[in-house]
């Protein structure tokens, strides 16, 4: 462990403690001269330590992608997600809310928080582990989340076997009858595939929707829905980032709410091209989450539907525990930027809080940075 001089002298603690009660935690090990390589004047970054956890697993789960599921397993995930559909809710008193709408609920009311700042990825880290959790011990799921490599359907999203209307391993494709839909949505409800007509309540009643779309401004000759910004190339150039502020950039896309040009990434155009619950009402700028500027209005996603968890999420995570991978000795704790959307300020720190509003135990951001260790012990297929 640091000597607690050094601790003092960093202003934080660099072992990594435990999230909950009866998680096994990890420990730190860093040498006497990895330490003294950290740079005092930016604690919050620890890029040039060397660490080794003694994750505290058993066994390392794995995460593979959709399509290497088995059909059966492909069934059961679904089957796990329409199960917390049916489940009271835990956070959300009366009416007809279900454990399904907490994890809607505590997502909207963080987005603000989540979204174009280094919170980023280990809130989301977290997040999905909090959802796998409650599909496992609540549900009986019995597998590991699944993934949606977007560089396997580039040349035509829209395509993707994740999208297949199959009733029983299919989440559907696009809305349909958008004329009729009247609740701020831009999509059309889902009619096909086990998410068919799917009923959401959070924040108000309606149905599954969808609505495959790519603004002008993002089309290229030869591109399909703005494969351009996630296929191998794309992915590549976002691995190639040398420091988690600019990976988290590349792979989120940059805060719309600074001046100069929206830079776009992977994540946030997926998000704009499926539309639908992804990208509704719009709301003032400093009240924005993760998505995007679609013809001049600012959009955020309330809700969190079941393809959110696949898709732009998980996937996109996947990739930061690969790039973290890459160079572990110096990126596993590697984290900076600013916490405030909007702002410049340089002010985060491994040791803030992140907060999950009864969803999960808060925790700190450095017990999120490692997918190996306790609580989560999971790697990537």
């Not at 990895?34 to 505290?56: F, H, K, M």
């Not at 831009?186 to 007509?197: C, L, R």
């Not at 351009?228 to 989120?252: G, K, P």
């Not at 509704?280 to 309330?302: H, K, Q």
Request: charged share 20%; proline share 5%.
């Amino acid at each position: 462990m640091l000597s607690s001089g050094l601790s003092a002298k960093l202003g934080l603690c660099l072992s990594i403690i435990g999230c909950a009660q009866g998680w096994n935690t990890p420990s730190t090990l860093v040498s006497k001269g990895e330490a003294a390589t950290v740079g005092l004047g930016n604690a919050y970054q620890i890029r040039s330590l060397s660490v080794r956890a003694t994750a505290g697993c058993s066994t390392l789960r794995v995460r593979r992608e959709w399509r290497k599921l088995s059909r059966d397993e492909q069934a059961s995930y679904i089957k796990a997600v329409k199960c917390l559909a049916d489940l009271p809710s835990k956070l959300l008193p009366g009416g007809d809310f279900r454990r399904y709408d907490d994890f809607e609920n505590v997502h909207s009311r963080m987005r603000s928080k989540i979204h174009w700042n280094p919170t980023f990825l280990p809130w989301h880290r977290n997040f999905m582990f909090l959802y796998e959790k409650a599909l496992k011990e609540e549900c009986g799921y019995p597998g590991n989340l699944p993934r949606w490599d977007w560089t396997l359907d580039s040349l035509d999203m829209s395509k993707s076997p994740v999208w297949s209307a199959d009733p029983d391993v299919g989440f559907g494709g696009n809305g349909r009858d958008f004329d009729n839909v009247d609740d701020g949505l831009d999509g059309g409800v889902v009619t096909d595939g086990a998410f068919a007509n799917w009923a959401l309540y959070y924040p108000e009643y309606h149905e599954l929707q969808r609505n495959y779309n790519l603004p002008s401004q993002y089309k290229q000759a030869g591109r399909s829905y703005g494969s351009q910004f996630f296929d191998a190339a794309s992915i590549s150039r976002v691995q190639s980032q040398s420091t988690f502020a600019n990976f988290t950039v590349a792979l989120e896309g940059s805060d719309p709410s600074l001046p100069g040009p929206r830079i776009q990434g992977p994540h946030s155009i997926i998000h704009i091209i499926i539309g639908g619950e992804i990208t509704p009402t719009a709301y003032a700028a400093n009240e924005v989450s993760g998505l995007a500027v679609i013809n001049g209005d600012m959009r955020f996603s309330t809700h969190i539907t079941p393809t959110l968890m696949l898709v732009p999420g998980e996937a996109a995570f996947s990739h930061w525990a690969k790039w973290q991978d890459k160079q572990r000795s110096t990126r596993l704790y590697d984290y900076g930027g600013s916490t405030t959307q909007g702002s410049t300020r340089i002010d985060a720190k491994l040791t803030d809080t992140l907060k999950f509003l009864g969803l999960g135990p808060d925790i700190r951001v450095q017990d999120t940075m490692d997918n190996l260790a306790a609580p989560y012990c999971y790697k990537y297929e």
